[in-house]
């Protein structure tokens, strides 16, 4: 059965496994389509009156598609739609070809997803590129708007400065410079007050006073009414520097730092000139007193109840001003909310905002100059009628009680400037409250003795009081400085950290930036996309060239741009930041400055001890000369008596001048030790006064603020200039690496690619030779197939010619049995001929029905087999028969 059914099943069958041999291509049939028009043309061949054909496709010969040749075709499979044996190669140079469509289509699928991407995040930077350029803009515009309010503020100073007189020194100047707002409002106060004199005059007048004390009582009267003047005038002055400081931190937007000092300075003048002042009115006093002594009882009595009176007025006063002080700290707390309001403003509408920050306060401050003078003429008004009935003791208690009303107020500012410091000067602020209930208390006790005690109980309360005023006054000046010193470093610490936050956020946003583009790729060529498909589905190679030579120069035009806009950005913001630390170091230099005629007499006794110091090294030096000079004559006196004098003398006078120069050298070193000393003082002092020319000339400062702000800016740029190409270089490596990685990696996979490529190009090819001998082997067995088909078709042949020749020997069956017997006689010597031919007969159709059997056999399995296959299925049986096939083709080689 293997020799003679298994050939043609085995050709079907290693036609068909080639399929499977390929690991890419689906099983598929192999030609059904072609085995009637074989099984039609060998049948043609044989007669098929003794034989039964088979079915269409059950032919042994359905394999061969050309009529029997004795040379066989080496491709007879070349009519199958699928030409497996042609070229080995072709399935998968079709499938890797169909697969890199399929990537190429995928990756121009996703690189146009990426360049929408792309293009809206370029979109999205450009809005924030225009958002920035528009901020700048705003920024310049605020710049300009702060230089023109320095401009006209400096103008504003100049004016003023001319306007106090040419003849002033330069400590009033600055003075005149630092208390602009103060003598404004002294300006005012006074002219309310010099309205509020006459009519205060007018009025007392009109009331009889004591002949005796006439005098008195008006000098009085007239340093009461100034003591009340600068009493309002102080609250009004601490009012009207609160709202101007206000005011400068709205327009620099930083806090100004030196206005504090000013009014220290100021309240401590004025409070000297109302020592002086007291001093005066208690020798006064003291002479009326003893005046008085002897005055009778019933001006004693008047001088009780006017006492009482002016106790009760003074209570009243002093609700007043406790009313008029509450009003004042609710007009603070609406400035202040007015204030901040402006300041939020300013960052959307500069113009509004700077409006409503002009008007606000300027409303603020007329109604509290109203409120203030009508205080002030109420105040003059009470006093006007009370002063017909004071006397000198009356006079000298309203003058504490003025005082006392003065340090309350200056106390209840600093309360008020020092809320955000409770834990730090609580204990300062809780005894000078102690002090001053101290006061109150003594001042109730003179109240209440009344003329009890006296001239002499007078003065040692009043000097009790001078000197508890003066405690006052020493811890007020130690409180001041240390104030606004940490005043002025929470506000830099708050600047400083804003700065900070500003920058972080700055150089976040570049860095995710930064980011963003290196984790983009590039887009392709703009609008053309159907054009691109065509082009892509063409010439897919020389589609990726050009893609990514455009993208990188859309990327580099892109962080180009991104660059210059963070440049622009660093600069704007270095900027502000050196502008806010040159304010910031003014301020703390304004801060720390010493007055003028101090600082002037400290650099000339400097100057003094330092020339007194010049003068004493040239004296040293003038001695060391000398000193010089006579060892150089001793010397040469003694190398010429060096063999006259004795050694012991000679070893004497060597001793002595050794000494004499030691002691010279000693001295000379401790002079250069001096001056050296006084040259470092005079140099700090020089930097001192270099530092203080600041305040004595604003020209100069402004000139010399230019000046380093041109090198700040010049650094500046030369830095960022710097910090670009380093940058820029950096990110040129960072690129060429990133070019390289990615070569490297492409490289690899290209290597990886080409490895599977080989190892696929050798299985293919030790799967050729093994088709290509299965082809040989195929072959072969269709020429033994061929040969055996030609062997039966000649045996068909001769049993159809012995047939004949058994028809025309046998009688035919309408002869009578005389022709037959007359016949056997001539055909009586051939029955054993007749016998054979009969038994080859039997034994050729015998031979032709187990042929037909073997086929259909043969068939069956052929068509199980098949389904098998087509079912994705092959046997072992099937397996064992290729390998079989395998070995009788290499045996016939």
Not at 275 to 289: I, K, N, V
Request: aromatic letters at 2%; hydrophobic letters at 30%; a negative charge.
């Amino acid at each position: 059965m293997l020799q003679d059914g298994v050939p043609p099943v085995a050709l079907d069958l290693c036609l068909f496994a080639i399929p499977f041999l390929s690991p890419t291509n689906p099983p598929t049939p192999p030609q059904p389509a072609q085995i009637p028009s074989g099984a039609s043309s060998v049948q043609g061949g044989t007669t098929p009156r003794k034989r039964k054909a088979p079915p269409p496709p059950r032919s042994p010969l359905q394999i061969q598609g050309l009529p029997p040749s004795p040379q066989p075709s080496p491709d007879p499979p070349a009519q199958s739609p699928e030409p497996p044996s042609a070229s080995p190669q072709p399935p998968e140079s079709q499938a890797s070809a169909q697969g890199e469509d399929e990537e190429v289509f995928e990756e121009i699928r996703r690189l146009r997803l990426e360049r929408g991407r792309l293009l809206q995040k370029i979109k999205a930077l450009e809005q924030q590129h225009q958002s920035a350029l528009s901020a700048l803009e705003e920024l310049s515009q605020l710049k300009q708007r702060l230089e023109e309010a320095e401009a006209e503020r400096d103008r504003l100073l100049e004016e003023l400065k001319g306007s106090h007189g040419i003849g002033a020194s330069d400590s009033e100047d600055m003075d005149e410079m630092l208390d602009f707002p103060e003598k404004l409002l002294s300006r005012r106060s006074r002219a309310a007050q010099d309205e509020d004199t006459p009519q205060a005059d007018t009025e007392s007048a009109g009331r009889p006073v004591a002949p005796g004390d006439s005098g008195t009582v008006a000098e009085l009267r007239k340093q009461i009414e100034e003591l009340t003047a600068e009493n309002s005038e102080l609250v009004l002055k601490v009012q009207m520097l609160e709202m101007f400081e206000k005011d400068d931190t709205d327009m620099q937007t930083s806090t100004s730092d030196f206005v504090p000092i000013a009014q220290y300075e100021t309240l401590r003048t004025e409070f000297e000139a109302l020592q002086e002042r007291l001093s005066q009115a208690q020798a006064s006093d003291e002479a009326s007193s003893v005046a008085e002594t002897h005055g009778d009882e019933k001006e004693g009595g008047a001088d009780a109840e006017s006492t009482e009176a002016l106790k009760e007025k003074l209570r009243g006063l002093e609700e007043q001003l406790a009313s008029s002080q509450s009003e004042l700290e609710e007009l603070k707390e609406q400035m202040h909310l007015g204030v901040l309001s402006v300041e939020c403003a300013v960052g959307d509408i500069p113009t509004a905002g700077a409006g409503a920050s002009d008007g606000g306060p300027s409303q603020e401050a007329q109604q509290l100059r109203a409120r203030v003078t009508a205080l002030e003429e109420e105040l003059a008004k009470r006093q006007g009628k009370a002063g017909g009935h004071s006397d000198p003791e009356s006079d000298t208690i309203k003058q504490l009680t003025e005082k006392v009303e003065e340090l309350q107020a200056a106390l209840s500012q600093k309360e008020s400037t020092k809320e955000g410091e409770e834990t730090q000067s609580g204990e300062a602020v809780k005894g000078l409250r102690d002090k001053v209930s101290e006061l109150e208390a003594a001042l109730a006790e003179s109240r209440t003795s009344g003329n009890e005690g006296g001239a002499g109980g007078d003065g040692n309360q009043v000097r009790r009081l001078q000197e508890r005023l003066g405690e006052l006054e020493g811890e007020l000046k130690k409180c001041v400085p240390r104030s606004e010193l940490e005043e002025v470093q929470v506000t830099l610490g708050l600047q400083c950290e804003q700065l900070a936050r500003e920058r972080a956020d700055v150089a976040r946003r570049l860095n995710d930036a930064l980011l963003e583009l290196e984790r983009l790729r590039p887009p392709p060529r703009g609008d053309e996309e159907e054009e691109e498909e065509e082009e892509e589905e063409h010439s897919e190679s020389s589609e990726r060239s050009v893609v990514s030579d455009h993208s990188r120069r859309t990327l580099a035009a892109v962080r180009e741009e991104l660059e210059v806009a963070r440049q622009e950005a660093a600069q704007a913001l270095d900027c502000l930041c050196a502008e806010r630390e040159g304010r910031a170091q003014d301020a703390l230099q304004l801060k720390d400055a010493v007055p003028l005629s101090k600082h002037k007499e400290a650099l000339s006794a400097v100057s003094e001890q330092l020339a007194q110091t010049l003068q004493e090294l040239q004296e040293e030096k003038n001695h060391r000369s000398q000193a010089e000079e006579q060892v150089a004559a001793l010397e040469a006196k003694l190398e010429a008596m060096q063999d006259a004098v004795p050694k012991e003398e000679h070893e004497k006078v060597k001793a002595e001048l050794q000494r004499s120069l030691q002691a010279s050298e000693s001295s000379a070193a401790a002079a250069q030790d001096a001056v050296t000393e006084k040259e470092m003082e005079l140099r700090e002092l020089k930097s001192q006064k270099a530092a203080e020319q600041g305040l004595i000339s604003k020209e100069d400062h402004e000139a010399l603020r230019l000046s380093l702000q041109a090198e700040i800016n010049a650094i500046t740029a030369r830095f960022n200039d710097l910090t670009r190409k380093h940058e820029k270089t950096c990110t040129e490596v960072f690129q060429v690496q990133r070019e390289a990685l990615f070569n490297k990696s492409e490289r690899q996979v290209a290597e990886s690619q080409l490895a599977t490529v080989q190892q696929q190009l050798t299985e293919l090819q030790a799967q050729s030779s093994h088709i290509q001998e299965l082809h040989k082997g195929i072959q072969e067995s269709q020429g033994l197939v061929k040969e055996k088909d030609r062997k039966i078709t000649e045996l068909s042949k001769e049993v159809f010619r012995l047939k004949e020749a058994l028809g025309a020997l046998s009688p035919p069956l309408g002869i009578t049995s005389s022709s037959s017997s007359s016949s056997s006689p001539a055909h009586h010597g051939n029955p054993g001929q007749q016998v054979a031919l009969q038994n080859r007969i039997g034994i050729l159709t015998q031979q032709l029905q187990d042929w037909e059997r073997k086929h259909k056999q043969v068939v069956t399995v052929y068509r199980s087999h098949l389904l098998a296959a087509v079912q994705g299925r092959m046997d072992e049986e099937v397996q064992r028969l290729l390998l079989q096939i395998l070995r009788m083709s290499q045996q016939g080689h």
